[in-house]
């Protein structure tokens, strides 16, 4: 009878006979609950913690990546800049070429004149020579 009306006024007692407001049944289901919200909290905080070291890696690999593209990049003008300097030498030697080549012709132009005046020349001074 003092079950009941301890029931009534919403009392009870626990296995260790103390006083409670909740049911037994309702407090178990309270801790349990609590329990497993508690381990739910700590899976989240341990996902949230991968998640994290996740993103740190991917940001690692992203500035990684991009220092490779720039790596790239600059190989790639490099090269280009090597190859507008070839193209630039390559003209340079080639009016070099023909500069030496119409500096030759003169030079050749010149010595068949002086071979034809040294003729003419030689044949002036032996015809002063047969004259006396």
């Not at 909290?41 to 220092?67: C, H, P, T, Y």
């Not at 790639?76 to 030498?89: D, F, V």
């Not at 500096?103 to 005046?117: N, P």
Request: charge should be negative.
């Amino acid at each position: 009878m003092a079950k009941g009306i301890l029931g009534d006024a919403s009392l009870h007692f626990d296995e260790l006979n103390k006083l409670r407001i909740l049911d037994p049944e309702v407090a178990q289901q309270t801790l349990e609950l609590k329990e497993e919200c508690k381990a739910f909290v700590d899976k989240i905080a341990e996902f949230q913690k991968i998640v994290g070291s996740l993103i740190e890696l991917v940001d690692q690999l992203a500035k990684a990546a991009e220092n490779e593209k720039m790596k790239a990049i600059g190989a790639r003008n490099l090269l280009k800049s090597i190859a507008k300097q070839r193209e630039a030498q390559q003209q340079q030697l080639q009016a070099l070429i023909t500069e030496k080549k119409m500096q030759l012709e003169r030079y050749r132009v010149e010595y068949e004149t002086l071979c034809k005046i040294e003729a003419d020349q030689n044949e002036f001074i032996d015809q002063f020579i047969f004259q006396k």
